[in-house]
């Protein structure tokens, strides 16, 4: 890290320094605002009918006993959803077909997975609507039901979507199937390349449906005004991503939609899709234009939100004595759940991200199964394609009588290199990452001890930039008030913020974030794929920069010179020997507020590295893996709040590790959920995690941002299960092929071994 | 007014129509949420303790009685507030020391009139706070009282303020006085003008304290946040006014003051000053940090927010036989109340403003007395003023045998004219609109019938442009989100969203206008001095034309055309023989959202001239006087939105009328106000109103505003008591020379007569 004047690095003034957050105080005194704490006049409360069957056509919907019971002041179906045309949308990372959205929302001739919402009930109080929602009769006719993916794709297995039709390589085909798509990156000559391999390995591995496990259950309240105006409150990662799903679900224009994020307890890409806020609209319109509130439950939350994908990979790596790889291959089968849309496309291209490869192939397939629709979690797709991937590396490696971290400098690829799925690397610092765990006292000291062992893996994420909008005013105090569209999940009201206060030179604590609705300022997209402190800070430095201009014309006209005289640096602005202060300069008074708005959409934001280390001792009594010391160091670019960077990675890594030793959905034959409460489904608590130490490795700033951003909110989830398997096999000589490695699941291979 | 093409005056497609506006539905539903519908968690109820009396000094006050009863969480007296400088603060239309803000806040060592504010009690419900204000124990002294302004004027007359010295042209004096400032206009030479006439006419006035009567009460929500930042949600004008004041008061950094405005229920200048928030806010900190509810009774809002100033009024008028007024004199004496700040000022600008003169003298003086702090009425001063010279003018045509139209006419103000208080004025409508009275049918048909008389009256008003900040993003279906910090009070909601409109090229219905807190917009003055359609509607020209600018870059990049070749004209856009619309385009789609931001300041905004013309009928038994007809025609520049200005204009001759015939303030002896409830205080209902015709003229456009607009909020209050009382005149023979002119009055008068 670079040291210039003032003690700051890189000579900036309030990047890289840890202000308080301005939503600090509301947090911690429970002032601030979430969906469950929003009260309107005549509020309602609605309730979901869920199918108790994981895949079931449905015959029949008779809504009558529940619409007479008194309170009682709306019940919906699929009839009361406007039936709407196969229209791909894109909604930032998530791509859905609107018919299945529309579908996921409601049921309408089938139930495709346990929980799937069948109806809906808005009534005075939440007791009322929960006694009307079990007097809806609904006749089923049960179907076979698959959960496997690669039986999913079996001749004969049962069809989920009939008119699904897709070929080998996601053409449209002429039979019915669930492979829904069909992904394939190829280079150069695969077979030839394991033919120049002195060592080969080839694994196959399988992974289980995991939730990202937010605090906060989805909720949203709805009110379908008289005047036609559909007004939303909900807990989202993107009110304009709501705004464009309940315009396309319920066939509003988008002018008639106003969307208002509220807090929001926690996200990782389970908050883009829709699942209550169409439902309370049309509630509210049927219930005379009264709002509605719908709040899941977390059983609700684990059964019908959008986990993250099951899956099944196969790799196979091959390399020269001297480390080379010389060809690699993989084969992804992710489970989509009830409707297409699984992150098999992000799975394939990080598979073998990290490495330089002359010969390659990937197959990716998205695969039907009677489960909840997943949707995005952290590096969607990341985590299980490098847990096998970098447990084969680590194989091959341990083969070749290589230290695993050597092994991958060999092969890293670095700026200018191909990626495995096939865009050209821009500079990346991803070498000076895999040197920041090689060079750290972690990896340098040496772990002793029985059932200990060490373990590293990789990771790749690629990183978004998205479009943002930003407008701010300058308050006569010289303080400036920032309008921002992005929802903060993790701190960016103040990375945002303190991105301003840099280019203005000003104070962190003087700029003033705001995260408002679709209708206060320009189109934001999602916060998430890392780019709200990228994207959104590259949004606020244009506008800092439009504001920088304003104040140098307020400098001419106080200097009485031309405003190309006027030069501004680190929040001064001078002409000649004169010179004044931005906050100077604003307490002079300017004839004509002071406001601007900028919106931007940088195209290319870095991708990230992250490289972990981790320390485990398993039990041989129990085979619970207990983690003794974890490091984890990431290619960030710069540090915008440190403490947040910190956080995310520390964040990242926690649930990576409960992806890798506890969590996941457990089903029975029928398709049931049995896990579906916190208690059984088993997160991570702080008893179970080590202090995380988190690297930051600044070398490689981002090219094309003015601060060097880097999106550092989701690569280090990637590492953690592949860093786990790893050091279970040196500590039990087990290599577990399997998530997650449960005490149950390492003790019956350590057994079997 | 010119028509061209497509049937819309001045080629315009938006302005001059009359589309729904944009708050219709929810003001019509109860769905807008007034101070009093906000309710957030924890909140308390504030209560003001009055002073009985007009005037006493505060020996003591006790509030231990107060603090012990259960549910009282907080109690203020003055020693709460900060103390704070004389700092001379520019609130738009209302200028206020802050030490006597301050003091009218809570008073501190003196109570100067009946209702000031003494101690607040926060309390868990309204109930107990009212209790609790009952067990704060005050120990008065008593004090001579004064409420006549010219008795208030007198050597030995009881002094409100000690500290207040003033000589007799306003500068500091040696001696304590009542006359807070004396303004003086002179030209040419009075006496030799006097000379010159043939006929000259002096009367003495007197009009009596009257209230804008808004039907909703001052109110204000506070939120003292354990961060250090006040939160208000307040009925108000002035977002950033409120923030000014709170900020000042309590000497709150501008950064740590937010304030919301709630949907506003009429003002007409009331709502500018603080009176409750600063209260609130300090009990809520107090409280720990709870939100304090405060809202005004009736009888509190008229004993103790800011009526406007009664006033004595002496003006001498001298005429050739020709109708050439030589000279006139007017001096007027306006009653601040318990503080410096009548609207004296503005009345000696109005008194003479119709008149071409070349010798006059105008006297102005503020003068305290013991009634509540006066506050911006409605062309504030005006009234008053118009009421005095417009019956000498009456007088005087009669006098000379002249049509009072004609009267007018030949002494009538135009275009280079130097008005009577200075400034040279620019192109105005007021001959015009003489005319359009004197060609009026209603003008023109004689009135006929026993005890009947018609009256006519003129009037002028400033007018003020002031600054706006407004910001616009375009959403994916040509519809544009506007936000905006000026509070609607009259409509200006579709006033302003028809300017962008129209230079959009766009239809009314596709601007959706927020109006936002002082987070969330750049600075806006007060809606007030009738501004916001022009002030704000000159922001959002600005802001459609840097959108257009954004659109024909896009244009160009269609097209692949210099952006210079791109033309827009009425939402289209073309270069060659290509063209499209604004929405067409918008559906090509931008890869950066499309959003734009705009502050203005335009400084001479073009001043109103109202003529006014109405029939009576006296009723010889009771003196009441029955409105018969009236029609009122005002220079309106360009009408946006002609339902609003017919409906300014009705609103204004309403209020006018209540001033004229019925509306005052009534104290005993002890400066007790004797009628604060609206049985009372008798304000006009619809039953004493007639349909009022509005005369829109439209034939003198603003000159510097893009689309002519000319503030309409305000002027046609002016001629109401003038022309009701020359009317009377008519219709009984007696001159009324005090208002209100009640049945009471009128008879007495007829009788003396």
């Keep these: 890290m670079a040291m210039k004047e003032n003690g700051h690095k890189n000579g900036y003034r309030v990047i890289g320094?840890?202000?308080?957050?301005?939503?600090?105080?509301?947090?911690?005194?429970?002032?601030?605002?979430?969906?469950?704490?929003?009260?309107?006049?005549?509020?309602?409360?609605?309730?979901?009918?869920?199918?108790?069957?994981?895949?079931?056509?449905?015959?029949?919907?008779?809504?009558?006993?529940?619409?007479?019971?008194?309170?009682?002041?709306?019940?919906?179906?699929a009839a009361d959803l406007p039936q709407v045309a196969d229209k791909v949308k894109s909604l930032g990372e998530s791509v859905g077909n609107l018919r299945y959205m529309s579908e996921n929302t409601l049921a309408r001739e089938k139930a495709l997975y346990h929980g799937h919402p069948i109806a809906a009930v808005a009534a005075e109080n939440i007791h009322v609507a929960e006694e009307a929602v079990n007097l809806i009769e609904v006749e089923y006719e049960p179907l076979p039901v698959v959960l496997d993916g690669r039986e999913a794709m079996q001749p004969g297995a049962p069809i989920l979507i009939q008119g699904l039709r897709t070929d080998e390589l996601g053409k449209l085909g002429s039979e019915p199937t669930n492979v829904a798509a069909h992904i394939q990156h190829k280079r150069g000559d695969v077979e030839a390349g394991f033919a120049e391999a002195d060592v080969i390995i080839e694994r196959e591995f399988r992974t289980e449906t995991v939730h990202q496990g937010y605090i906060e259950p989805q909720n949203g309240v709805a009110l379908w005004n008289d005047d036609g105006h559909i007004h939303i409150w909900c807990s989202t990662q993107g009110a304009f991503a709501v705004r464009s799903q309940i315009s396309d679900l319920l066939r509003a224009p988008i002018s008639q939609v106003t969307v208002t994020p509220l807090e929001i307890g926690g996200a990782f890409g389970g908050k883009i899709n829709v699942?209550?806020?169409?439902?309370?609209?049309?509630?509210?319109?049927?219930?005379?234009?009264?709002?509605?509130?719908?709040?899941?439950?977390?059983?609700?939350?684990?059964?019908?939100?959008?986990?993250?994908?099951?899956?099944?990979?196969?790799?196979?790596?091959?390399?020269?004595?001297?480390?080379?790889?010389?060809?690699?291959?993989?084969?992804?089968?992710?489970?989509?759940?009830?409707?297409?849309?699984?992150?098999?496309?992000?799975?394939?291209?990080?598979?073998?991200?990290p490495y330089r490869l002359d010969n390659l192939q990937i197959d990716g397939y998205d695969v039907l199964v009677n489960r909840p629709k997943a949707s995005a979690y952290r590096a969607p797709g990341g985590t299980n394609a490098a847990y096998a991937a970098e447990a084969v590396a680590d194989e091959l490696a341990e083969a070749l009588g290589m230290d695993p971290i050597d092994f991958r400098l060999i092969n890293a690829v670095k700026e200018g290199d191909r990626r495995a799925d096939g865009p050209m690397l821009p500079r990346i610092g991803y070498i000076e990452t895999l040197q920041a765990i090689k060079n750290h006292p972690h990896y340098r000291q040496p772990l002793e001890g029985p059932h200990r062992g060490r373990g590293v893996a990789v990771g790749f994420w690629f990183n978004w930039g998205g479009k943002s909008s930003v407008s701010a005013s300058v308050n006569e105090d010289g303080t400036v008030n920032l309008v921002e569209g992005s929802t903060d999940i993790g701190g960016s009201r103040a990375s945002i913020a303190m991105q301003l206060a840099e280019t203005l030179g000003i104070a962190a604590e003087d700029v003033h974030p705001q995260v408002v609705g679709t209708d206060l300022v320009g189109y934001n997209d999602v916060t998430g794929g890392s780019r709200t402190t990228y994207g959104t800070g590259y949004a606020v430095h244009a506008l800092g920069v439009k504001l920088n201009e304003i104040m140098r014309e307020l400098a001419a006209d106080l200097w009485d010179v031309d405003v190309e005289e006027v030069r501004v640096e680190g929040g001064v602005f001078s002409a000649g020997d004169r010179s004044i202060t931005f906050k100077e300069l604003v307490a002079q008074g300017s004839d004509t507020p002071i406001t601007a708005s900028a919106a931007t959409h940088p195209k290319d934001a870095g991708p990230a590295f992250a490289v972990h280390c981790v320390d485990v001792e398993v039990d041989p009594e129990t085979g619970k893996v207990t983690i003794l010391r974890y490091t984890a160091?990431?290619?960030?670019?710069?540090?915008i709040h440190p403490s947040y960077v910190e956080g995310q990675i520390q964040g990242a890594v926690a649930q990576g590790v409960g992806?890798?030793?506890?969590?996941?959905?457990?089903?029975?034959?029928?398709?049931?959920?049995?896990?579906?409460?916190?208690?059984?489904?088993?997160?991570?608590?702080?008893p179970d995690l080590p202090m995380i130490d988190a690297v930051l490795v600044e070398e490689a700033p981002t090219p094309g941002h003015p601060f060097g951003v880097r999106g550092v909110g989701e690569v280090s989830i990637i590492p953690p299960p592949a860093a786990l398997a790893n050091a279970i096999h040196r500590a039990t000589g087990v290599r577990m092929t399997a998530l997650p490695m449960s005490p149950s699941r390492v003790m019956k291979a350590m057994i079997e071994h």
């Design 17 to 77: 320094t840890r202000p308080i957050r301005p939503d600090g105080v509301d947090k911690v005194t429970g002032r601030a605002v979430f969906g469950a704490d929003l009260h309107l006049p005549g509020l309602l409360y609605g309730k979901v009918l869920r199918s108790p069957h994981a895949h079931a056509r449905i015959l029949s919907i008779d809504t009558s006993a529940a619409e007479a019971l008194p309170g009682v002041k709306a019940v919906i179906t």
């Design 275 to 353: 699942y209550l806020e169409p439902l309370a609209a049309l509630l509210s319109r049927k219930a005379g234009h009264r709002p509605v509130k719908m709040t899941m439950t977390r059983a609700e939350v684990l059964k019908a939100s959008g986990p993250t994908s099951g899956s099944w990979i196969r790799v196979r790596m091959g390399a020269k004595k001297d480390g080379r790889i010389t060809a690699a291959q993989a084969e992804l089968v992710y489970e989509a759940g009830g409707f297409p849309g699984s992150p098999v496309g992000a799975g394939a291209g990080v598979i073998l991200a």
């Design 633 to 639: 160091a990431q290619d960030v670019g710069t540090a």
């Design 659 to 686: 992806w890798g030793l506890n969590e996941e959905y457990i089903y029975d034959e029928e398709g049931h959920l049995l896990n579906a409460s916190l208690l059984d489904y088993r997160m991570p608590t702080a």
